[in-house]
Structures are given as C-alpha cells and as structure tokens.
C-alpha cells in the first residue's frame, strides 16, 4: 500500500490512499501526450537487395529465403520489389548471407540503421504515421524502408542520417 | 478493500436480459467480497437506437450539409452511456443491490479539450471512492470525461474517441490500485484467430499488453490499445471475459510475466485498397522530396497508412476502403514541384483523367511535366501473424510465405515489425489464408 507522501517506484503512478484508510484521493496522470515521444536508433544493419528473378517469382522468392534460412540468418523488413526483393540484415550476419546467396544476384550496403519513431496508439490519430514519413524523407536521403507497430514507425536508413533524423523529427525526449 | 473495475461493452447491456446477464456478474463479485466499480458503454452498437452511431445520425441528417460543432457532438455522444449507467445502476436496484450512476466527471476523469479524442490527464476517484464507502456500486459511464477551463464556470464534457470505454475501465483501475480490470464483451477472450473465419479457434489464455495492442492495430479489436499502455504504465491486470459464458477469459500481463508461446495468432484488416507508384521516371535527386510531398497531403487529408513500402523503385502504401476516394480526389492531377526546377503530376490509375490532362497543359509553360503514374490494387486485405519471439528468428518469412504460396494465394507486398509479419493479399483469399496460417502455424493447439 502506499501512503501519501510516500515516494513511488512507479513512474506514471501517484500515490494516494483507499478510502478506508480516512485519505482523500489524489490525482493520477494519465496518457502520454500524443505524437511523436521518442526516437530511438539502431546501428550496425545492412540492406540487402536480391534479383531480378526470372519467373516463377514465388519459387524464386522462397528458393532465396530457404537458403538464407539454411544459414541461420534473421531477416527483417522484408520487401517484395517486382522482380526483385530486399530485406535487412544484421552486419554480422553478411558473411553467412553472402554464403547463403552465392550464385545469386545481390547487393548490399552495411552501415543502415534502424531508426524508430514512437508515437501511443498511432493507428487512431489519423495521419501521424504519414506526417511521420514525410518528416523523416523531407531529412533528403534515401529510406531503404518503412514499417510500423502500434506506437511506432520505422525506418531503415543510412547509419549517418539516422542522427540528423533523431534531432529533425525530435520529440519530447 | 479489493476492488476489481467490471467493464461492460455495448452488447452487454443490450437487452435487458444481457443486462441481467452482466448485472449478476457484478453481484457475483460482490459475494466473493470484491469491491466491483462497473463501467458501461452505450447501449447496443450501430442502428440500435440508443447506440453512440444511432444519436450521432439523429444530428447529422437533421441537417445533412452542416457540421455539428464538436462540442455539441461530444455532449450528444455522453448521452448515451448517461442512459447506459443510469438503466444499468437501475438493473442492479431491481436484484437488490444499492448502486449510483457517475458521469465522466463525477468519476474523476479529467482530460483535455481535444472534443472527441480528449487525453485523459489525470483522475481523481473521490468521487467512486465515496460512492464504495456508503456500499454503493458505482456505475460509471465509459468514454467521458471533463475539460476543466482555467476562468470558467463549470466543466465541459469531452469523450475519449475510440475504445474510450476500455479507457475509462483501465485508467480508474490505475486511479484506484484496483486487483484487476475485466473488460467483458461476447467473445470468450483474445482468440487466435477470428472465430468466423476459424470456427474453433482457441482462447488465449495469456497475452502481453503489447501483444494485444498490436493485435488491434492490425485489426482485431478486443481490447483499445489506450487501455492496454494504460495497464502496462500501472501494472493493472487486465482482463478480456465474455459476459455470457464461464470461460475464464485471457489475461493480459507484463511481458516479463509471459510464459513461452512464439506464435500469439493471426489478424486481419478490414477491406484495403493498395497503391504503389514507381518513382525512376523521375530524376533521383527529386525522389525523396516527392514521396515527401505526397506523404504530407496524406497527413493533411488524415488518412490512415497501412502496410507501407519503399523500394529501390518507388514506394507504395494501402488505405482502408473508406478513405480510397479521398486519397484519389487529393493525388490525382496534384502537381508537385520538384527539385530540379521542373513539375511532377501524380495520375492515379493507368490512364490519365481530364483532371491530369488540364493540369500537364497548365504546368507546361514551366516546361514538360513528368506524369508519375500511381497503380492502384483494388480489393485487397492485410493478414497479419502475431507473435512475441518468433519474428527474431531465422526462416520466419520462409515459413509464412512458404504457407502461403502453398495454398496458391498472391502475395502484393510484406511488412513486418518486432512483433508481427503482415502480408498483402486479395480480399477474395482472406478466409483461406487466414486458415491456412492459423493451421501452418500450429496455432489450433494453442491456449
């Protein structure tokens, strides 16, 4: 139980008392404000680009994830380009990726980060996940990705801009 | 004093015998000894006539070409759940057990002046505590709140948007360090799949409060995300109990007290309309500012993005059915000045429209604009697996897609996140890839 006055181990909780115990309550804050609250960035990840694949494309898309699979290798960020696919890679992993993809046509760039922008429940606040990536393209360099989560969107991008994005797009950090 | 916050939604109190049915939940409560403080929706969901859907049509076709202030929506929609608690305390009198209706306010809830979405930023219970102390049972009205202005009489009534009824139920379950919060509705608890779609589909009996946000964000709404940070900020137990059966429900925890399960289940969105555009034609230096320009009109226009991509080639994106027209009425024939010092007009679709065709002649005194043409998929939704672990691990996508392609279905465009991998696919292969992963995935034996 704790008391008023009491200090609190819980950040968003203000102490105050049951009613049994003769104490009024106190208030407790509440919701986030809403928007952009946090950048956080990731480095040491690669872009890796695979293709173009001749026809049947799935096959040919699951022949490459087999073989990466087969290596041990965790993918993220999946995307399927027309005749081609890309994905992102840890650093460490490029090694057994080019291994995994030997006979293949592929490239990639090291040196990507990922780059996520956190935001409470962004689904409902219609429109912030696009303003988010507009903010973050208006940075002028080249987004290998984007993807979101409830209260985040990500980026994958250059390991240099992702600090340029964490001051330009903020938040109340 | 054992308090547990009893949250009934719309189907729950209904009829009066779903009323009855959830009233003598809340006694139950009370002869286990529990202190229960009962949140309720409005009455019934949309077309029912006392449903938040139904008043907001008596506004709006009063006068079809005039918006209604939101201020004046906002008292208009706390009606309905000043119905619901009033008839519900009411329900509970009739079974012999003294209980009072609170509005927002009354509660303690006090937001912000965002009409229609206001934060919640603080709550003081007083108000609930005192109503428990006389051996009342509160019953508060879900999805209000007040605005307290600084130099005014009185304070306006605001409600929470979406979920804003869970809202209510996990933000008093904080301000009153309640043992638990139970959300009831019509289904047994968070299911593995959508049992219409997979008759049979198990209840979870876990999840983690990120987990079942994010379930809601890819389109299954058991529980408001709001509600879920909320219980997770506070440490709540939350609960999601079906108000007609004795299932004891799914709990939702923190993720440090999750038992092992890699896969949670598999989602769907409702109806998805896909564009994508292809962005070489332009010069690689104006790409970027572009695809900014046209992000931005999104955001002004307050449209919803799922399942976004970029490419070396161009990016894309998918919007609900509903705001399609819109993204089509503010892309096509918008000229976007670029870089380089000439004009770029979006055309959505594979021929130009007279709405094009008069802007390229306008713009082309500038010098030749560069028509950027958007393709656009019709008819498509988002089937998305959840899972805690199982993203982080080699041969995710080559399990998913491997199903997928096995059952024949297209595949338009994946995206994936920590904790889910979604894929693009025809409406008409909904149901089936829905089965097809929830079978692949093993998830029938999950629970």
Not at chain 2, 198 to 220: F, K, M
């Amino acid at each position: 139980m704790t008391h008023p006055g009491s200090p609190s181990s819980q950040p968003f909780r203000r102490e105050h008392a049951r009613p049994e115990e003769g104490a009024r309550a106190a208030e407790t804050k509440f919701e986030r404000e809403r928007g952009i609250d946090r950048v956080e960035v990731r480095k040491g990840y690669a872009t890796v680009s695979v293709g173009p694949f001749a026809e049947p494309l799935e096959q040919a898309r699951l022949d490459v994830l087999r073989r990466v699979a087969m290596q041990q290798v965790s993918v993220d960020y999946l995307k399927l380009d027309g005749p081609r696919m890309s994905f992102v890679v840890a650093e460490s992993d490029l090694q057994s990726l080019a291994t995994a993809l030997e006979g293949l046509e592929h490239q990639s760039r090291s040196g990507r980060s990922v780059v996520a922008i956190h935001a409470a429940n962004m689904r409902d606040e219609e429109g912030l996940i696009a303003k988010t990536i507009s903010q973050v393209m208006l940075t002028g360099d080249e987004v290998d990705h984007i993807g979101d989560m409830h209260d985040r969107v990500i980026f994958v991008l250059d390991a240099a801009t992702a600090d340029r994005v964490r001051l330009e797009v903020g938040g109340r950090e | 004093m054992s308090i547990v916050v009893m949250k009934f939604g719309g189907t729950s109190v209904k009829t009066k015998e779903a009323r009855t049915a959830s009233a003598l939940r809340v006694v139950s409560a009370t002869e286990q000894g529990l202190k229960p403080v009962v949140v309720v929706s409005a009455i019934g969901r949309k077309g029912e006539p006392y449903a938040t859907d139904t008043l907001i049509s008596f506004l709006r076709d009063m006068e079809p070409d005039v918006e209604p202030e939101p201020r004046e929506l906002d008292l208009l929609m706390g009606c309905g759940e000043i119905l619901s608690s009033v008839v519900f305390a009411h329900t509970l009198k009739a079974l012999g057990h003294a209980a009072i209706s609170l509005r927002g306010g009354q509660a303690g809830i006090r937001t912000d002046g965002n009409y229609g979405n206001a934060r919640i930023l603080g709550i003081n219970p007083l108000g609930v505590q005192e109503a428990l102390h006389r051996g009342l049972i509160p019953v508060v009205c879900g999805f209000q709140g007040v605005w307290i202005q600084g130099g005014l009489p009185g304070a306006e009534m605001t409600t929470l948007g979406r979920g804003g009824s869970d809202t209510t139920a996990a933000g008093l379950g904080a301000a009153l360090q309640a043992d638990r919060v139970e959300i009831y509705t019509d289904v047994d608890g968070v299911k593995t799949a959508d049992p219409d779609y997979v008759p049979g589909a198990p209840t979870l009996r876990q999840v983690t409060y990120s987990e079942v946000a994010e379930i809601a964000h890819l389109g299954a709404h058991v529980l408001h995300p709001r509600a879920a940070e909320i219980g997770m900020n506070f440490g709540i137990p939350l609960w999601v109990k079906n108000t007609f059966s004795d299932d004891p429900g799914t709990e939702v925890v923190a993720e440090s007290q999750a038992t092992g399960r890699k896969v949670t289940g598999v989602t769907h969105t409702g109806k998805l309309v896909a564009f994508s555009v292809d962005v070489t034609i332009l010069d690689e230096s104006d790409r970027a500012s572009f695809a900014a320009t046209v992000f931005q009109i999104l955001s002004d226009h307050r449209v919803s993005l799922y399942m976004v991509s970029r490419g070396p080639s161009g990016f894309g994106f998918a919007t609900r059915r509903e705001q399609s027209p819109v993204v089509r009425a503010v892309l096509d024939a918008l000229v976007i000045p670029v870089a380089s010092g000439s004009v770029a007009v979006c055309q959505i679709g594979g021929s130009k429209s007279d709405a094009v065709r008069t802007q390229a002649r306008l713009v082309e005194r500038t010098g030749e604009p560069t028509i950027v043409p958007f393709q656009v998929v019709e008819g498509c939704t988002m089937v998305s697996v959840v899972g805690r672990d199982y993203m982080r691990q080699p041969g995710v996508f080559l399990n998913i897609m491997g199903i997928l392609v096995r059952e024949q279905i297209q595949v338009f465009q994946t995206s994936d996140s920590e904790s889910s991998l979604s894929c693009l696919v025809p409406e008409s292969e909904l149901r089936r890839a829905v089965a097809a992963l929830h079978e692949g995935l093993g998830l029938a034996e999950a629970g």
